[in-house]
Structure formats: structure tokens, C-alpha cells
């Protein structure tokens, strides 16, 4: 598979041709992405059929749009039958696509459906990165009204955490910033407190972003629905945060997933607050969305709204966020809704 392959090694791929032709298809992978080998118009046509079936490492299965053509939603099917999710959103002046590391998640999180079907693998580097160029591949002719026409920015949010498949996570954010020529800035992960790979990734040459979902300020509420946090807990989570802050220089985002009487408390935004002021952090509030094995509801707008006031009046920085793709599950929280459902033939 064309993505599979690492791109100094694409000599593998191209047979008896020319060594320059390994160059052409590099480029044609990682610089102008193309949905088809057809539209590699350089390569000989033999080299193009040859390629055909090996240029991308899933099929399409699903493509679905919401909020006016402004959201999509792709559920790719690997070849051995995992379920991948990516969400491409626009904006005025970005295009963010939100991308899947794992198939699935083992650390069911309690409001989380990706992690409430459980797990099936870690995805591999090429998996990745070939989410990425289907989007860029498909934004060439698809058009968003009023956003650019490439990814311009990467969040590791979809399905899976990141952390917990470290180095492929890591291998895909080397070929999006050598390959692709992404910004190690535009790319965010984000992961619920996985402390050893937090601590790796300050160690990283990149200033890629870094996103902990937090959930709770105290480590009883946030084990009864993290569980993860029994392993790592709060203190320790805070602390590879400030080594992160510390190495980079860039403010971490704190993600707080708001749901209904049970972390929108005035009480937990008055925890909250200091830890995000010593972290210098930035909190994005979050309504939940709803998920089919979870009780969970979302809070109403006014609560969310009073809880963002408290951290306000503590000297927090915070964000009430937009919900996008709801009603394709293509949501924060919502993705393997619609993977879980077996293929129908």
C-alpha cells in the first residue's frame, strides 16, 4: 500500500521504472494528493495500474455532510475490516480535520461512544497520514465556500487515543511536517492523561499542540468517569501538563466535556480554576453529546454559560464550544456510532 509505505522507501513501489519515479510519487502522494492514480499524469500508465488498488489503505464506506456542507464526515474500512473515522470541518479562514489514531479505545471514558465499543488495534503510521491526504485529495475538487482548500489544521480528536499508540502517532506527525509540510503548530493531540507519552512528547523537536481532557478537578469524580485516572491521576497529569508548557512555550487547552449534574458545578469550576491558572492553560467547555450506552446528559446552555462566568471571574481563559456534525455523529465524543453498525450488502 502506497501510504503504508514509508516515504523515503516508495523505490519499493515502482518496480523496474526509473528511480525519478519513486520523486514523481512522492509527490503526487504528499504534495498535490490525488483520489485516483488516473490523475498521475506523469506516471506511465502500467505504473498507474499497478497502483491502483495500493494507493489508498481503506475504502470508502460511508461520506455524509451537516451544518450546510461545512461538516463531513468519512468512514473509511480498512482491509481487514477496522472501522476509521475522520471529520473535516470549514471555516472562514481554517480547514480542520479531526483524525483517528486507533480503531476503537480501551479506556472508556463513561460518556465516550468510541470507547463504549471497545478496542479493536492501534492504526498504522500510513493509516494516519492517509486520512489527512484523503481529505487534501478531496478538498482539490470539493470546495468548501469560504475555507481553504487544503488541511490547514490536524487534531488528533477522532477515535482512539493518541498516546496510548505513541509511535505511530509519532511517525505520522514526522511525515505530516517533512513530507506533507505541515506546521508542527497546526497539528494538536490530544489525549485524557496518558503521563508517559505526555512527557515523551516534550521531549519532541515539534511545538505540536497539546489538548487534556480533564473532565474533572478532583480525582474521585474523575475516575468514576475516567477510568484511566486511577492510573494516572490528577497531580500527575497536571504536572507532565507544566513539563509540556515548560519544554514548548505553547499553552496547553484544557477540554471539559459538560455534562448534567455531574461535573458543571459551580464547585468543580472553582477546582478547575486553579489548576488552570497554574498551567496558564486555556479551558474549551464542551456540551456533551448524546451516545447510545450512556446515561449521560449534556448540560443546558445556561449552566455551561454560568460555569464559563466562574472560571472568567477566577482569571481563567475559556471558550464556549461550538457543536459541529451532531446529528451525523460526527461530534466530539460521538465517533463509532455509525462504525458499529454492521455493512450491509
Request: aromatic share 6%; net charge neutral.
Amino acid at each position: 500500500m502506497a501510504y503504508l509505505t514509508d516515504p523515503r522507501d516508495l523505490g519499493s513501489l515502482i518496480g523496474e521504472e526509473p528511480t525519478y519515479r519513486a520523486d514523481q510519487l512522492h509527490d503526487w502522494l504528499y504534495k498535490t494528493p490525488v483520489l485516483t492514480t488516473a490523475e498521475m499524469t506523469n506516471l506511465p500508465p502500467a505504473l498507474r495500474d499497478s497502483l491502483a488498488d495500493r494507493l489508498w489503505p481503506f475504502a470508502v464506506e460511508a461520506e455524509q455532510s451537516a451544518d450546510g456542507g461545512k461538516t463531513r464526515k468519512w468512514l473509511f474500512r480498512a482491509h481487514d475490516g477496522m472501522a476509521i473515522e475522520a471529520v473535516l470541518m470549514g471555516y472562514h479562514n481554517r480547514t480542520t480535520l479531526c483524525i483517528s489514531s486507533q480503531a476503537g479505545c480501551a479506556l472508556g471514558c463513561t460518556f465516550c461512544a468510541t470507547g463504549q465499543f471497545g478496542f479493536d488495534r492501534h492504526l498504522e503510521a500510513g493509516e494516519i497520514v492517509a486520512q489527512v491526504q484523503y481529505a487534501n485529495a478531496w478538498l482539490r475538487s470539493n470546495p468548501m465556500d469560504g475555507s481553504p482548500r487544503r488541511v490547514t489544521n490536524i487534531v488528533f480528536m477522532g477515535m482512539g487515543e493518541p498516546l496510548a499508540n505513541y509511535d505511530r502517532v509519532r511517525e505520522s506527525i514526522r511525515r505530516m511536517i517533512e513530507h506533507i509540510g505541515m506546521g508542527a503548530r497546526s497539528i494538536t493531540v490530544s489525549t485524557v492523561g496518558m503521563v508517559p507519552g505526555m512527557r515523551r512528547l516534550a521531549d519532541e523537536p515539534w511545538q505540536v499542540g497539546l489538548a487534556v481532557s480533564l473532565h474533572a478537578a478532583d480525582d474521585e469524580l474523575r475516575s468514576s468517569i475516567l477510568p484511566i485516572n486511577k492510573r494516572y491521576p490528577l497531580a500527575e497529569v497536571e504536572a507532565a501538563a507544566a513539563r509540556y508548557f515548560e519544554a514548548k512555550g505553547r499553552r496547553v487547552s484544557i477540554e471539559w466535556t459538560m455534562l448534567a449534574g455531574v461535573n458543571d458545578t459551580i464547585d468543580q469550576a472553582e477546582k478547575l480554576a486553579p489548576i488552570a491558572r497554574r498551567l496558564r492553560a486555556h479551558v474549551n467547555l464542551i456540551a456533551m453529546n448524546p451516545t447510545p450506552l450512556s446515561l449521560d446528559q449534556p448540560s443546558k446552555r445556561a449552566v455551561i454559560e454560568q460555569f464559563a462566568e466562574t472560571l472568567e471571574d477566577l482569571g481563567v481563559n475559556v471558550t464556549i464550544r461550538n457543536t459541529r456534525g451532531q446529528e451525523i455523529d460526527a461530534a466530539c465524543g460521538q465517533l463509532r456510532v455509525r462504525a458499529a453498525t454492521p455493512t450491509q450488502s
